[in-house]
């Protein structure tokens, strides 16, 4: 059944039917409300709903550390392996194919690596928020970076200072945590749209610049 589900979305994004990032929110959403209507027809289980909507990132145990440090982990492995197929697919899967790069396989990987990101983080920050954290660094990184591995990188350190940002808020003024969080990378984004933008031509050029170093590594490298 579910290699059955993967094989239909899966041929649904690479006929161009549905985007991948819009399938991606359509599996996300629609698991967790069937999770949510299969628990409720358990006489005998009792479950948080809220705490799964919208988490406690103050009731962090040791074990979920442990979950949380493998799932990193994991991650980083995949990304470390897998980057430059998964960058090249992101980009444009036609040329991916072109230098034969299996696309079906590293859709998959992009779809595991965010559905574990997810799982991971449905307990912490809670379902609802769990995507937002997943845009807003992102979208506040891409003003005031060239590259892909520049725009990961400082994805990260603007995550990171977002939950040390929230913690401090609910810390202080005895606000919920995961929205605490999410209400701080969201400050950082409007801080970063006040930013002057950089002429694109200039981006342009400095993109160029990097991948002709690049390009020149690797060549240096053979």
């Known amino acids: 059944m579910l290699y059955g589900a993967r094989y239909r979305f899966g041929n649904a994004a690479k006929q161009k039917l549905v985007a991948t990032d819009t399938l991606l929110g359509i599996l996300a959403h629609s698991a967790l409300s069937l999770g949510l209507v299969a628990v409720s027809f358990l006489d005998n289980v009792r479950v948080d709903l809220m705490s799964y909507l919208f988490g406690d990132l103050l009731a962090v ?119 605490s969080v999410v209400i701080s990378a969201a400050g950082f984004f409007l801080l970063a749209q006040l930013a002057p933008q950089e002429p694109n031509v200039r981006r342009i050029l400095r993109f160029t610049r990097s991948l002709d170093t690049r390009n020149k590594k690797a060549l240096a490298n053979r």
Do not use: H
Not at 103 to 108: E, N, S, T, Y
Not at 120 to 126: A, H, L, S, T, Y
Not at 149 to 166: D, H, W, Y
């Open 61 to 179: 145990s040791p074990t979920d550390l442990f979950y949380i440090y493998a799932g990193v982990a994991v991650i980083g492995l995949l990304l470390f392996i897998f980057w430059r197929p998964l960058l090249s697919t992101t980009v444009n899967e036609d040329l991916a194919a072109v230098e034969g790069v299996n696309v079906d396989l590293m859709r998959l990987i992009i779809m595991l690596m965010v559905g574990l990101v997810i799982a991971i983080g449905m307990k912490f920050v809670g379902a609802l928020i769990m995507t937002s954290l997943l845009i807003i660094p992102a979208a506040t990184a891409r003003k005031f970076t060239v590259t892909p591995e520049q725009m990961a990188v400082t994805a990260s350190v603007i995550g990171i200072i977002s939950v040390f940002c929230g913690l401090s808020l609910s810390w202080f003024y005895d606000t919920p945590a995961g929205p």
